[in-house]
T-cell receptor
Framework: TQLLEQSPQFLSIQEGENLTVYCNSSSVFSSLQWYRQEPGEGPVLLVTVVTGGEVKKLKRLTFQFGDARKDSSLHITAAQPGDTGLYLCAGASGNEKLTFGTGTRLTIIP | GAGVSQTPSNKVTEKGKYVELRCDPISGHTALYWYRQSLGQGPEFLIYFQGTGAADDSGLPNDRFFAVRPEGSVSTLKIQRTERGDSAVYLC????????????FGPGTRLTVL
């Protein structure tokens, strides 16, 4: 069974601070996605990374796929209250289903 | 355009009852997925359709769970003899490509089994 572990599980920081969320696995993935989920809603795709070592930027968010395609990180610069939510990583490994991580619940305090 | 829709948004039922959860994917999306999300956890894969056929149902927990997609669009997840452990949010997602990993999720159906 493929497992994706995210850390930290919970994170509460002040507005304006920087943070990094980690997604780790012992399995290799063809691609990895990051989603954000608000209460009462489904996950919304933020980014897909495919190549080992790939870095993608989405405004204040920077996503990196590990060289071995087993891990990923999400870095947020100057966090804002609107960044609050549940962040999920999800890996795909040649078949169509996604294996989701355990999630990081992020709270940005104004 | 319209996103993935799921009905009902909430369903409360009693232990032992039968329930049906409906998913309307984005128009034209050939792939459809069902996931289950328990409180405080990430979604867990249940079943995947490509067109009308179930391409992978390895995530269905037991034979009380069944899903159909008869015309390759709308899908129904059916749960027989519900148990309290079935309580969760059931998420549906669709994708436009055969091997795309980019899935678009609906808001989910919150199922509560009393």
């Amino acid at each position: 069974t493929q497992l994706l572990e995210q850390s930290p599980q919970f994170l509460s920081i002040q507005e304006g601070e920087n943070l990094t969320v980690y997604c780790n696995s012992s399995s290799v993935f063809s691609s990895l996605q990051w989603y954000r989920q608000e209460p009462g809603e489904g996950p919304v795709l933020l980014v897909t990374v495919v190549t080992g070592g790939e870095v993608k930027k989405l405004k204040r968010l920077t996503f990196q796929f590990g060289d071995a395609r087993k891990d990923s990180s999400l870095h947020i610069t100057a966090a804002q209250p609107g960044d609050t939510g549940l962040y999920l990583c999800a890996g795909a490994s040649g078949n169509e289903k996604l294996t989701f991580g355990t999630g990081t619940r992020l709270t940005i305090i104004p | 355009g319209a996103g993935v829709s799921q009905t009902p948004s909430n369903k409360v039922t009693e232990k032992g009852k039968y329930v049906e959860l409906r998913c309307d994917p984005i128009s034209g999306h050939t792939a459809l997925y069902w996931y289950r999300q328990s409180l405080g956890q990430g979604p867990e894969f249940l079943i995947y359709f490509q067109g009308t056929g179930a391409a992978d149902d390895s995530g269905l927990p037991n034979d009380r769970f069944f899903a159909v997609r008869p015309e390759g669009s709308v899908s129904t997840l059916k749960i027989q003899r519900t148990e309290r452990g079935d309580s969760a949010v059931y998420l549906c997602a669709s994708s436009p490509y055969r091997t795309s990993y980019e899935q678009f999720f609906g808001p989910g159906t919150r199922l509560t089994v009393l």
